[in-house]
Each structure stands twice: as structure tokens, then as C-alpha cells.
């Protein structure tokens, strides 16, 4: 039933207040009456009955959705002028839900090895005692969703998927799309072919049930994605096991996904009097985020209805880029110094990085239909990637700057600020000209972001936002680090070799000192983790256990713990210490 339909039949009285008076322009953010739009769920995260709004989305309803409406209506009814206490309220969602994290049964995944072979290529001590801790995170991680999520689908917020899942960890109950990314190599690096395979096959699932891969594993999650890396994650799949038979049976939901993000996440960008087609993020979809339902709702304030739909629109576009939230988005006219959150305007930025994953995407489809013998196919996909090396090179590269840059659609210029991702087209092998790549790597040399020696920062502006100064992120080091690795530049390759030594001291230091792994760091301190943002930092924790078994298979042999050499943790907490000396920067 479309959700207009559905929301008229199950919850009228609740419908007519969202549409008081409002032309709804987007659809809200999923069908479900209780889980995405409705009274009840504003009235219990404007009451923030839990500390967390992403508490209640994921609580399990104990009856069926039509019954716990009308209970709540009747209710209503009962109550004076239809106000309810907070105590009443909470009484309400107690009796009609389940607390959250109950949809999943204890698994351990059975192709965990107790040795893998990374484990006898770590020649320092003290790593090699850490990565096979490690590597036995994956079984805490691991989890299988209970029978009743695909019996009863209505009870949950949880979106069924056929295979067990690896999740990032902490508040993330869930898998979500990108960390799968680092999540499977991590996995591949330990060796567990059939837990790794089962993730790919679940969002090969999603894709032909919903026609896109979600944001999360949950119903609020459905109208938006996350960066596109399912075809990334069939080659990381491939490069090891050559299952080409997988691979045949599923290649059209690769391509499937591929013509999603090119029919609903395409622009026109007009440029010295051409045109050149490339993606952005951008999600239609109106109403707060259901998981941070009273911060999109705080934030939109005073706004007229259009103006508060239009930005949570923008919100949700930044939280499909994976930077949620960052002043790398504020676009609205505003410079990222002058800007808030509230000008987040996502959808005016063409990124680097999503059409150099889409630029590595349309290479590797070409590549697997050529190992399956389709040549139309070949052609197909070889002539989208020409197209879109001449887009990335006309409207990315900066030459001034020697470097590619987001493309800001309002005010036709290059964002020159410094981002990680300003290097992704080196890590997707998007370049027309190789004399580009020394180029790239002297911009990055020459930036103040190396200077920071436990990570590279996400960008170099403090705005309080976490995907921003001083916060590094394992995916974006992976990003610059293999990019970096995979040239033919010599100096490159040492400089990617010191910039994973600084990145596996971090990580080192923080579990020494914490025991545990965390999804971002903070540059201005040995082994602190990150802040800033909506949630507290989460442990865990999938990518960043990924990215570090990455790291220590490529590098084994010549990382150092360096836990005796590294500084009082105090001194280095409160200086931000240009230490990193790489062969040819000079100082
Ligand atoms: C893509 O856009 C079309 C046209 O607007 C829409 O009908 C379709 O549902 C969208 N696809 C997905 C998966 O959202
Ligand atoms: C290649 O793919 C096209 C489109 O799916 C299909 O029609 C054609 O039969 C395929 N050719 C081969 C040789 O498999």
C-alpha cells in the first residue's frame, strides 16, 4: 500500500495533524506509522522519554502495529484536552514495546579461525598479540537475527536481511552499508570466506528487494543509501577466492545498484560550455530522521514548514554521504567559518569521492562482464567510465591547487578547503593523466593535515561537527593511505607506509589505554578517541578493526607498536605536534 494509503487507513487522527494546513512535498522517511512518521513517535522523542532518540525506533513492537494505535488513540481519548504526562507516556511505550537489541540471538560465526595467516607475518610482538585480539572481536560483533524478524516484519524496525551480519558496534545495533566495506576485508584478511560472502548476499538481497541499498539496517533507513561500495566489496570478494559463478548469478543487481545511483542521484554540471553528468547525494525525503527525531526537529526551530522540510531533506542527503555532519556541507551560499548545521545543503555539492567510487564501479563492471564474456556490457561500462574521467577532470581537478576539489553547485566554484577525499580519485585509479599523480602528492605533502601525526584529520576546520577538525576517521585513512600505496610514485609508497605507522600507533595506544576500538580518533592526542557530533563515541568497532587487519597484512613485517616511543599522552594531548617527518619534506 503507498504509504499515503497506509497512514490514512491506520492512524488518522495522527495523519491529520501532519498534514494540517501543509502540503507534504516528500514522502516521509518510510512507510511505518510508527517507526517513521505519526503521533506517537513525535510525541515520545519530543519528550525525550530516552536519552538516545534512536532508543525508541528500535524498540520491538509486543503487538501488531494496527492494535498499538488504536490502544494509544483510545488513550488519548481517555485524556484530558489528549495531553498524556511523560510518566503516562512512558507507561504506554513500555507496555506496547520491547526494549531494543532483543531481535538478535547469540552467534558466533563458525568460519572464525582460531590462526590466520596475517597472524605469522607480524613480526613486531606486541601487534601480533593485538591483531589476534583483534581478529577475535569479529565473534562479539557477529549476529543473526531472530526468526520472528522475517515472520513478523511489522513487529520491527529491523529490516530483515537471509544472512548473519558483522556490525559496527555500540549504539549501532545494525549493519549499515559503507563500514561493510572495511568490515569485509577486515573479514577477508581473517579469513571467513562464508560470513564475509553472506553479507555481500544480503545487500545483493536488498537491492533487488528494495531497489537500493539503505543507509542501515532498519526501516528508517529505506529512502536513503549510503556510498555505493556493494561492487567494491565483489571485487575485494574476488581478488580472493575468483568465485566467478557468484559472481555471475548476481551481476545484474550490481548493475542494478550502479543504474539506482545513476538515474536518482545524477546532476547536469555546465562547465566552459559543456555538460558533464555526475552523482551527488541527495535524498528527497521530508520529515526529522525518526533516530534523531528531537535534534532534526530542535534544529529546524522557526523555519516555515518548507524551509524545515527542505533541510531535513539536506540532513538525510548528508547522512547518505557517510559525513554526517560536517561543514564540508554547508553550502548554502555561506562559507564553512560562517556556517551551522543549519546550512546544510548537501545536495549542492557534487563530492569527490562518490564519483570516484562510482569512477572505480563502472571500471570493475566493465572488468567482471569481461571475465563473464558480455562485450556489450564491456562496451557499455568502458564508455561510462571515459565520460566520467573527462567529467572528474574538468570539473574536480583544480589546476592551481594540483589537486581534485567538490564542485559547489550554487556558487559554481571549487571548494578548496582540504579534505581526505580530495585524494580518493589516486586511491579509485580515476586519473586520465599519470603526471597528475605527482601533482596530488605534493599537494598532500605540502598540507598542514600531515603534520598531524596520529591521523590524517577530516578536515582542518573545528566545527564541532564529527566528521571535521580534529577527528580521523579509519575510512578516510584507508582511503588516502591505498591511494597513496597503489602509485608508482616511490616517495608515495613510503609516504603511505609512514602515514599507516602513525594510524596503527593511534589505534595501538587507545587499546592499551581503553582496552577497546573505537570508530574514530582524535589527532591531537596519542590514542584519545574522537568527539563531537550528535552521540558519544562508539567502541566496537567494525571498520576500524577492518582497516587496522588491513594495514597489519600489508605492513606487517615493518610496523612498530611504538608504545614505548610515544610521548607523555598529556604533552601530546594538549599540542598539536607537527612530528611526522617524511622523506623529502622539508621544514
Ligand atoms: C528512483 O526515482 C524514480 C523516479 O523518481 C522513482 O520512481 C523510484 O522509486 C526511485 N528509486 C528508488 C529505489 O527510490
Ligand atoms: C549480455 O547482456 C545483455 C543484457 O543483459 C544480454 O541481453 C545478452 O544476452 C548478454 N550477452 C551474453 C553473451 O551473455
Not at 504509504?3 to 495533524?17: E, H, N, V
Not at 515520545?44 to 488513540?73: C, I
Amino acid at each position: 500500500m503507498p504509504w499515503g494509503l497506509r497512514c490514512l487507513s491506520l492512524c488518522i487522527a495522527s495523519c491529520m495533524t501532519l498534514w494540517n494546513g501543509v502540503e507534504l512535498v516528500f514522502p516521509p522517511p518510510c512507510d511505518s506509522p510508527i517507526y517513521c512518521t505519526g503521533d506517537l513517535l513525535k510525541r515520545v522523542q519530543t519528550a525525550k522519554l530516552f536519552t538516545d532518540d534512536k532508543h525508541f525506533v528500535d524498540m520491538v513492537l509486543r503487538e501488531p502495529p494496527e492494535q498499538v494505535l488504536q490502544n494509544f488513540q483510545n488513550l488519548l481519548e481517555k485524556s484530558p484536552g489528549g495531553n498524556l504526562s511523560r510518566d503516562e507516556l512512558f507507561q504506554f511505550v513500555n507496555l506496547s514495546f520491547a526494549p531494543p537489541g532483543q531481535e538478535f540471538e547469540p552467534w558466533t560465526p563458525k568460519d572464525w579461525p582460531e590462526n590466520p595467516q596475517i597472524l605469522k607475518t607480524i613480526s613486531d610482538e606486541k601487534l601480533n598479540r593485538w591483531a589476534k585480539e583483534l581478529h577475535a572481536i569479529w565473534k562479539s560483533l557477529g549476529r543473526k537475527m531472530k526468526n520472528d524478524v522475517q515472520n513478523h516484519p511489522e513487529l520491527h524496525s529491523l529490516i530483515y536481511v537471509p544472512y548473519p551480519v558483522v556490525v559496527p558496534g555500540g549504539r549501532f545495533r545494525e549493519f549499515y552499508y559503507w563500514d561493510s566495506y572495511w568490515v569485509i576485508n577486515g573479514l577477508l584478511v581473517s579469513e571467513m570466506k562464508a560470513t564475509a560472502k553472506g553479507m555481500i548476499e544480503n545487500f545483493l538481497y536488498l537491492v533487488e528487494r528494495y531497489g537500493l541499498i539503505p543507509n542501515g539496517g532498519r526501516v528508517y533507513y529505506l529512502r536513503r543509501s549510503q556510498p555505493p561500495f556493494l561492487t567494491l566489496m565483489m571485487d575485494s570478494y574476488m581478488a580472493k577466492y575468483e568465485d566467478s559463478e557468484f559472481l555471475r548469478l548476481n551481476i545484474h543487481l550490481l548493475e542494478q545498484e550502479y543504474e539506482f545511483w545513476m538515474s536518482n542521484r545524477s546532476v547536469i554540471v555546465s562547465l566552459g560550455g559543456k555538460n558533464y553528468t555526475l552523482n551527488r547525494y541527495n535524498v528527497q525525503v521530508g520529515e526529522p530522521r525518526p533516530e534523531s527525531y528531537s535534534v532534526d526537529l530542535e534544529l529546524a526551530g522557526n523555519l516555515t514548514e518548507e524551509a524545515r522540510q527542505e533541510l531535513w531533506a539536506e540532513l538525510k542527503s548528508a547522512a547518505e554521504s557517510g559525513w554526517d555532519f560536517s561543514s564540508r556541507w554547508y553550502a548554502g551560499g555561506v562559507t564553512k567559518q560562517t556556517g551551522t548545521l543549519r546550512d546544510t545543503k548537501t545536495s549542492a555539492i557534487v563530492p569527490v569521492d562518490l564519483n570516484a567510487v562510482l569512477c572505480q564501479t563502472e571500471r570493475l563492471l566493465a572488468s567482471f562482464y569481461k571475465m563473464l564474456g558480455n562485450l556489450s556490457k564491456v562496451q557499455k561500462f568502458e564508455a561510462a567510465r571515459t565520460r566520467r574521467l573527462e567529467a572528474v577532470q574538468a570539473v574536480f581537478w583544480d589546476t592551481a591547487l594540483g589537486i581534485w576539489l567538490d564542485f559547489n553547485l550554487v556558487t559554481k566554484q571549487r571548494n578548496k578547503a582540504f579534505y581526505p577525499t580530495n585524494l580518493a580519485p589516486l586511491w579509485a585509479e580515476c586519473i586520465m593523466d599519470q603526471s597528475l599523480v605527482e601533482m596530488a602528492v605534493r599537494y598532500l605533502e605540502e598540507s598542514e593535515a600531515l603534520s598531524y601525526r596520529n591521523g590524517i584529520p577530516t578536515s582542518l576546520y573545528q566545527s564541532g561537527q564529527q566528521w571535521d577538525f580534529p577527528n580521523a576517521w579509519p575510512p578516510l585513512q584507508h582511503i588516502v593511505i591505498e591511494g597513496l600505496a597503489k602509485s608508482s610514485s616511490a616517495r608515495a609508497q613510503e609516504m603511505a607506509f609512514q602515514l599507516a605507522q602513525n594510524w596503527i600507533r593511534t589505534n595501538y595506544a587507545a587499546y592499551e589505554k581503553y582496552k577497546a576500538m573505537f570508530e574514530k580518533y582524535d589527532v591531537n592526542g596519542d590514542g584519545k578517541p574522537g568527539g563531537g557530533g550528535e552521540y558519544d563515541v562508539q567502541e566496537g568497532f567494525g571498520w576500524t578493526n577492518g582497516v587496522a587487519l588491513q594495514l597489519l597484512e600489508r605492513y606487517g613485517s615493518r610496523l612498530v607498536s611504538g608504545a614505548d616511543t610515544v610521548g607523555s599522552s598529556l604533552a601530546a594531548a594538549v599540542l598539536p605536534l607537527p612530528l611526522l617527518l617524511l622523506p623529502g619534506r622539508r621544514i
